[in-house]
DNA sequence: CATGTACCTG
DNA sequence: CAGGTACATG
């Protein structure tokens, strides 16, 4: 027998942890080597390595495998990106008038590329009149700027010919100030989150730990005095480029740049970064309010949502994701991403606390989870990838009560009984902040 | 029976 | 992350 058949047998019966525990008859025929080996299993410290992998697949084994994953996962990720966005994935390659070869523009630009472009064009014609004037149109439009109904510099005869082209044109460049402006006031809401958040972080003092009662082995927690605001990671207060207001660095983000690097290339990166952004931004923006179903934003938007609530009723769910049609099958949709976010959250907190175990780590209180702490890294860069939210301190706090609660059980053996995750779970399942008002939507 | 949760798998 | 399974609850 492998570890792998023993899990199985386990399985199902620490489903709802509102059920009573005690289920010793579960240990029945799994020796000692057994459980020993699982924890072996567990404690790897090779990422994403469930514990419930047999003992074949040796973590050695697992690596390239493991690489090979990503790389598909990340492939899958970006065709997926791709299709949903058309071309507009990738940055276009063109080359305007007045610029360098090969400049690479993202979407967002090339739009008000365009957009000059037909200026341009259309101010070069401003005296040629053009029948069949669209007044309503005209009315939306009434701005100085816009093309007027005359072009002198096109002969008369030219003139007539060219006269439906002119109009697709028109439509053409209507359609992309639309699009523009759509854009604009679109991306400008989704500021207004990312603001009010800013706003309430700014407000609200950290939550402190009133909900402690039946912690095992260490003591509650004693509140520490939080910074009133964290001025560097909120581009917001910092940051000079306005058009992008939406970036939010987080301090783990500093992580992951090498410390190496010339000042040049950093800047390089940044931009880069940037760049992504204003195109993660304009697509976020293009595809939110879609009747159709749940998107790819309504995912980013959930996961941001599970450092307030790891355990969200119906009710929420539906207050904050009511642009769509709350059909049986979006409703588990939604159910089954949470519980998949808590799943992976849980994996971390289990073997991130049996390294700890095995790192020799002697109190719980010494395990911490800070912005700076590898754990901290994983959870943001699994819920919030582009690292353009500020999560919230309450999630810190709350993963590093997880982080104990496995830490102590595992000291304590507890995690010999089937069900032992069931008593963490009901611990944190009572951890749920509110989730902020600027997540729902009316 | 419908719904919600955990676990396993691909 | 989604599909499937087992189980609990109302």
């Given at each position: 027998t492998?570890?792998?058949?023993?899990?199985?047998?386990?399985?199902?019966?620490?489903?709802?942890?509102?059920?009573?525990?005690?289920?010793?008859?579960?240990?029945?025929?799994?020796?000692?080597?057994?459980?020993?080996?699982?924890q072996?299993?567990?404690?790897?410290?090779?990422p994403?390595?469930?514990?419930?992998q047999s003992?074949?697949?040796?973590?050695?084994?697992?690596?390239?495998?493991?690489?090979?994953?990503?790389?598909?996962k990340?492939?899958?990720?970006?065709?997926?990106?791709?299709s949903?966005?058309?071309?507009?994935?990738?940055?276009?390659?063109?080359?305007?008038?007045?610029?360098?070869?090969?400049?690479?523009?993202?979407?967002?630009?090339?739009?008000?590329?365009?957009?000059?472009?037909?200026q341009?064009?259309?101010q070069?014609?401003?005296?040629?009149?053009?029948?069949?004037?669209?007044?309503?149109?005209?009315?939306?439009?009434?701005?100085?700027?816009?093309?007027?109904?005359?072009?002198?510099?096109?002969?008369?005869?030219?003139?007539?010919?060219?006269?439906?082209?002119?109009?697709?044109?028109?439509?053409?460049?209507?359609?992309?100030?639309l699009?523009?402006e759509?854009?604009?006031?679109?991306?400008?809401s989704?500021?207004?989150?990312?603001?009010?958040?800013?706003k309430?972080?700014r407000k609200?003092?950290?939550?402190?730990?009133?909900?402690?009662?039946s912690?095992?082995?260490y003591?509650?927690?004693?509140?520490?005095?939080?910074?009133?605001?964290?001025?560097?990671a909120?581009?917001?207060?910092?940051?000079?480029?306005?058009?992008v207001?939406?970036?939010?660095?987080?301090?783990g983000?500093?992580?992951l740049t090498?410390?190496?690097?010339?000042?040049?290339?950093?800047?390089?990166?940044?931009?880069?970064?940037?760049q992504?952004?204003?195109?993660?931004?304009?697509?976020?923006?293009?595809?939110?309010?879609?009747?159709?179903?749940l998107t790819?934003?309504?995912?980013?938007?959930?996961?941001?949502?599970?450092?307030?609530?790891?355990?969200?009723?119906?009710?929420?769910?539906?207050?904050?994701?009511?642009?769509?049609?709350?059909?049986r099958c979006?409703?588990?949709?939604?159910i089954?991403?949470?519980?998949n976010?808590?799943?992976?959250?849980?994996?971390q907190?289990?073997?991130?606390?049996?390294?700890?175990?095995?790192?020799?780590?002697?109190?719980?209180e010494?395990?911490?989870?800070?912005r700076?702490?590898?754990?901290?890294?994983?959870?943001?860069?699994?819920?919030?990838?582009?690292s353009?939210?500020?999560?919230p301190?309450?999630?810190l706090?709350?993963?590093?009560?997880?982080?104990?609660?496995?830490?102590?059980?595992?000291?304590?053996?507890?995690?010999?009984?089937?069900?032992?995750?069931?008593?963490?779970?009901?611990?944190?399942?009572?951890?749920?902040?509110?989730?902020?008002?600027?997540?729902?939507?009316?």
């Open positions: 492998h570890t792998g058949s023993v899990i199985a047998s386990f399985t199902g019966d620490c489903a709802a942890f509102s059920r009573d525990s005690g289920s010793d008859l579960f240990l029945e025929g799994c020796t000692a080597e057994q459980v020993s080996s699982f072996l299993a567990s404690s790897g410290d090779v994403d390595l469930y514990y419930s003992e074949e697949s040796s973590n050695v084994m697992h690596l390239p495998l493991q690489t090979l994953g990503r790389e598909a990340r492939a899958r990720v970006e065709s997926i990106i791709k949903m966005n058309g071309s507009e994935a990738n940055p276009q390659e063109i080359i305007p008038e007045g610029t360098n070869k090969n400049t690479t523009l993202y979407p967002y630009q090339m739009e008000m590329f365009k957009m000059h472009q037909h341009n064009q259309y070069r014609c401003k005296q040629v009149q053009i029948k069949n004037e669209d007044t309503m149109v005209k009315n939306l439009y009434a701005s100085p700027k816009l093309p007027q109904n005359t072009c002198m510099d096109i002969p008369h005869g030219v003139q007539q010919a060219n006269h439906s082209q002119q109009n697709a044109e028109r439509i053409k460049y209507m359609t992309d100030i699009k523009c759509l854009s604009k006031a679109l991306s400008t989704v500021d207004t989150i990312f603001k009010a958040q800013t309430q972080e609200k003092p950290p939550l402190y730990h009133q909900y402690y009662d912690s095992p082995s003591t509650q927690m004693t509140p520490v005095p939080l910074p009133a605001f964290q001025t560097e909120l581009s917001l207060v910092v940051r000079k480029d306005k058009s207001p939406i970036s939010q660095y987080c301090t983000d500093q992580e090498p410390t190496k690097k010339s000042s040049k290339s950093l800047q390089k990166r940044d931009f880069e970064r940037e992504r952004k204003i195109t993660d931004k304009s697509w976020y923006v293009l595809k939110e309010r879609s009747k159709e179903g790819t934003n309504h995912l980013k938007k959930a996961k941001l949502m599970f450092f307030y609530t790891r355990y969200p009723s119906s009710h929420v769910l539906k207050m904050c994701f009511s642009d769509v049609q709350f059909t979006i409703t588990s949709q939604l089954k991403w949470f519980s976010f808590r799943e992976f959250f849980y994996i907190m289990e073997k991130f606390a049996r390294h700890a175990v095995l790192q020799r780590v002697t109190d719980a010494a395990l911490t989870v800070g700076e702490s590898e754990l901290f890294r994983v959870l943001n860069l699994h819920y919030n990838k582009t353009d939210f500020q999560v301190d309450r999630f706090e709350v993963a590093e009560i997880t982080l104990r609660e496995f830490y102590v059980a595992i000291c304590l053996g507890k995690d010999q009984d089937p069900a032992w995750k069931k008593a963490i779970y009901r611990v944190i399942s009572k951890l749920d902040s509110d989730v902020p008002t600027h997540f729902i939507l009316t």
